[in-house]
């Protein structure tokens, strides 16, 4: 069974880049069969997308966060990674990496949450 | 792209039927086949519980189940259980390219 987890960064300064790993086990993240996907909750409110990466290198982002957001993956390393930069307190949230599969539409796998604070 | 929207908590009795509401719009819900739900327990990692509207994932009880009416979906949960407590959002695939949006949860509790 394929497990996800976060890690990073709890804390980060207003207007600094925030940057967080997810690690996959259980599965390769090169073998296309999943896209892999950054969702957020800011506390008290609602979950948001924030993007997805397919291995072909083919991504997607939020376009309320596009200007911002890098989505990557290491193959070698079977991670995939998130940068989010200027941050400011609205960024403050859980985040949560996910797999999709590929041909799918429902989340499968998803990373317990890390919490990430913006402050200064 | 607005939250799908969830009422924020549902009780009811061990045993009883309850049901969670998702609504959303034409754009979303309503223009979706792809409506899933998720069970999060505290501090847990957010589980499937339904996919496509109303398939039930390998494993799951059939004591879930899915259906849409216009843009609103919809869980029921059947014979509630002591472990269903927990909260449950939904998410649907959209038309435009904020691909996926999300319900606001609702806090179920079994009374």
């Known amino acids: 069974q394929v497990q996800l987890q976060e890690s990073g960064p709890g804390l980060v300064k207003p207007s600094q880049t925030l940057s967080l790993t997810c690690t996959v086990s259980?599965?390769?993240?090169?073998?296309?069969?999943?896209?892999w996907t950054w969702i957020r909750q800011p506390a008290g409110k609602g979950l948001e997308w924030i993007g997805r990466i397919y291995t072909s290198g083919s991504i997607n982002y939020n376009p309320s966060l596009k200007s911002r957001v890098a989505i990557s993956v290491d193959t070698f390393k079977n991670q995939f990674f998130l940068k989010l930069s200027s941050v400011t307190a609205a960024d403050t949230a859980v985040y949560y990496c996910?797999?999709?599969?590929?041909?799918?539409?429902?989340?499968?796998?998803w990373g317990q949450g890390t919490l990430v604070t913006v402050s200064s | 792209q607005s939250a799908l929207t969830q009422p924020a908590s549902v009780s009811g009795s061990p045993g009883q039927s309850i049901t969670i509401s998702c609504t959303g719009t034409?754009?979303?819900?309503?223009?979706?086949?792809?409506v899933s739900w998720y069970q999060q327990h505290p501090g847990k990692a957010p589980k499937v519980m339904i996919y496509d509207v109303s398939n039930r994932p390998s494993g799951v009880s059939y004591r879930f189940s899915g259906s849409k009416f216009g843009n609103t979906a919809s869980l029921t949960i059947s014979g509630l259980q002591p472990e269903d407590e927990a909260v449950y959002f939904c998410?649907?695939?959209?038309?435009?390219?904020?691909?996926?949006?999300f319900g606001t949860g609702t806090k179920v509790t079994v009374l």
């Open positions: 996910a797999s999709l599969p590929f041909g799918d539409y429902e989340f499968d796998y």
């Open positions: 998410a649907s695939y959209t038309s435009s390219s904020t691909l996926y949006v």
């Open positions: 034409s754009s979303d819900v309503g223009g979706s086949n792809y």
């Open positions: 259980g599965g390769s993240i090169s073998s296309g069969s999943h896209y």
